[in-house]
């Protein structure tokens, strides 16, 4: 069963997106799968502390 999905609405730094959207490339990803490893990443690591 695949884990619930939500769809949210964001603003976002143009740079940013502009960055975020190479580096899903590189990685192969569509840019939502790609921005959703990220903070899945950064809450693991937030976790730790």
Do not use: C, F, G, W
């Not at 899903?24 to 939502?32: F, G, N, P, T, Y």
């Not at 790609?34 to 809450?43: D, Q, S, T």
């Amino acid at each position: 069963m695949k884990p619930l999905k939500e769809k949210i609405s964001i603003t976002i730094d143009r740079d940013i997106l502009e960055k975020l959207k190479v580096d899903a490339e590189k990685d192969e990803r569509s840019l939502s799968q790609y921005i959703n490893k990220i903070l899945k990443e950064h809450l693991k690591d937030e976790e730790m502390i």
